[in-house]
């Protein structure tokens, strides 16, 4: 069971918007900033979103990260096949001390 | 260009110990966070430990707080994750990550390919 809570699918055709949630507490989301990571399988996974809004040089502007309270957002617009992976939150957590993951988030485009 | 190569992962018996090592280039270790993620055959990613860049405080998740120690050597510009009384349930692959966003360790901009542990008898 993770920390942080995310739904295991979703979908969207291309040219769509899709947005990931990830769900946490007090002591992780509402007290500190929140990452998403993109994974293709076998490979890696890669910072997508850092600091809850910032982009790593790179990163197309089509993915943007939000958070209110103790919850968080991805949103994807313009979705691409390409886009079709695994994401991830994670944020630090007070009460743990230690980085804390969502389970991810698997993305099919139709 | 920052590179990660992880080594040293292999198949082990439960109560053994091995020791996962992380060779950084274009970057020096005790300037960035330093973090172990690993992820189990199937599941998601799962943080392990880290480092502080400023100060090397280092950090342990729960599921292996007493068992793993992350230590980084300097010298060798290597990252390192000392695995003691290993579980069945530590089999997974193991990423070396790096964060060049100062002391943030969950921001990990930078990850190696990964090595894979199989514990089993």
């Known amino acids: 069971q993770s920390v942080l809570t995310q739904p295991p699918s979703a979908s969207g055709t291309p040219g769509q918007r899709v947005t990931f949630s990830c769900s946490g507490s007090?002591?992780?989301?509402?007290?500190?900033?929140v990452n998403w990571y993109q994974q293709f399988p076998g490979t890696a996974p890669k910072l997508l979103i850092h600091?809850?809004?910032q982009r790593p040089s790179g990163v197309p502007d089509r993915f943007s990260g939000s958070k209110s309270g103790t919850s968080a957002s991805l949103a994807i617009s313009g979705l691409q096949s390409e886009d079709e992976a695994d994401y991830y939150c994670?944020?630090?957590?007070?009460?743990?001390?230690?980085?804390?993951f969502g389970g991810g988030t698997k993305l099919t485009v139709l | 260009e920052v590179q990660l190569v992880e080594s040293g992962g292999d198949l082990v018996q439960p109560g053994g110990s091995l020791r996962l090592s992380c060779a950084a280039s274009?970057?020096?270790?005790?300037?960035?966070?330093m973090s172990w993620v690993r992820q189990a055959p199937g599941k998601g990613l799962e943080w392990v430990s880290g480092?502080?860049?400023?100060?090397?405080?280092?950090y342990h998740g729960d599921s292996v707080k007493g068992r793993f120690t992350i230590s980084r050597d300097s010298s060798k510009n290597t990252l390192f994750l000392q695995m003691n009384t290993l579980r069945a349930e530590d089999t997974a692959v193991y990423y070396c990550?790096?964060?060049?966003?100062?002391?943030?360790?969950?921001?990990?901009?930078?990850w190696g390919k990964g090595t894979t542990v199989i514990v089993s008898s």
């Open positions: 990550a790096a964060s060049s966003y100062g002391n943030y360790i969950e921001s990990m901009d930078d």
């Open positions: 274009g970057f020096s270790v005790s300037n960035y966070a």
């Open positions: 480092v502080r860049a400023s100060d090397g405080i280092k």
């Open positions: 007090n002591s992780n989301i509402g007290m500190f900033t």
């Open positions: 600091h809850t809004y």
């Open positions: 994670a944020a630090w957590d007070d009460g743990l001390r230690g980085v804390v």
